[in-house]
């Protein structure tokens, strides 16, 4: 596998677990 490749593939892991976060943040937030 490339050095970019792997770069890519973090990025896009970063992003997702970024998108699951915001998501849970919106949900529970306005129970607290």
């Not at 490339?2 to 943040?25: A, D, R, T």
């Amino acid at each position: 596998m490339k050095q970019k490749e792997l770069w890519i593939n973090q990025i896009k892991g970063l992003c997702i677990c970024l998108v699951v976060i915001y998501h849970s943040v919106i949900t529970f937030y306005p129970h607290l």
